[in-house]
């Protein structure tokens, strides 16, 4: 079975620019988590996905950032413009479930993540 | 509100030799905790997990937890470090407060093996 795919690995952006992450998370996982890790920081939430609804964006660090899961699938993450601040490492998460009082127990399998370097 | 305070941001050991990663939780709540590695270039990987059954739980590649609730503790702990263990480990509580399963993770611990 395929593990959680993240596309690209690596991207190197201008500030001002635009970029979009993929997310593609394991088959048939209702919850799909966005994660980042700022260097020097530790990892923090983004949002949370159920199917195709946002349940909890409140990680989302401000308007720049937009995301959507398109029929409940895969994943985008898009930073416009990117600051020099956004640098970091992206992770998606997904898990099973789409109760979400079970979320809590449930474990998220983790994409190896998309570095993003703004200049 | 839920957090995770890993004491140590780098341990080192030699190879044989036992690890002890620190770990203390707060939380309201009863709390899901968990310990996930990450290897350079890859994703994290779960190594356990405590979701209230047994206080000492068994992980992947020998590893184990035990969570102490008069401690507030979580920590990792391996009889015999192998130098593939060495990687980046996260103690992580899952934030039930908003059931939405979101992570709420500790800073890190670097995990350096020697031979």
């Known amino acids: 079975e395929a593990g959680v795919t993240q596309f690209p690995s690596h991207s190197v952006i201008e500030k001002g620019q635009t970029v979009t992450l993929r997310c593609d998370p394991i088959?048939?996982?209702?919850?799909l988590y966005w994660y980042r890790r700022v260097m020097g920081k530790e990892i923090k939430f983004l949002l949370h996905?159920?199917?195709?609804?946002?349940?909890?964006e409140s990680g989302m660090p401000n308007n720049r950032f937009l995301a959507e899961r398109t029929g409940g699938t895969y994943s985008t993450l898009k930073v416009q413009p990117a600051e020099l601040e956004d640098s970091g490492v992206y992770f998606c998460?997904?898990?099973?479930?789409?109760?979400?009082?079970?979320?809590?127990?449930?474990?998220?399998?983790f994409g190896p993540g998309t570095r993003l370097t703004v200049l | 509100a839920q957090s995770v305070t890993q004491l140590d941001s780098h341990v080192s050991v030699s190879e044989g030799t036992p690890v002890l990663l620190r770990c203390n939780y707060s939380s309201s709540y009863s709390p899901s905790l968990f310990w996930y590695v990450q290897h350079p270039n890859k994703g994290l990987q779960l190594l356990l997990k405590y979701t209230s059954a047994a206080t000492l739980v068994k992980g992947i590649n020998g590893f184990e937890a035990e969570f102490k609730k008069s401690e507030t503790s979580f920590h990792l702990t391996k009889p015999s470090a192998h130098m593939s263990d060495a990687a980046e480990y996260f103690c992580v509580v899952s934030d039930r407060a908003g059931n939405t399963g979101k992570l709420i993770f500790g800073q890190g611990t670097t995990l350096q093996v020697k031979p």
């Open positions: 088959s048939g996982h209702d919850n």
């Open positions: 996905f159920v199917k195709e609804s946002k349940q909890d």
């Open positions: 998460a997904s898990s099973q479930e789409g109760t979400s009082g079970r979320a809590a127990y449930n474990e998220q399998f």
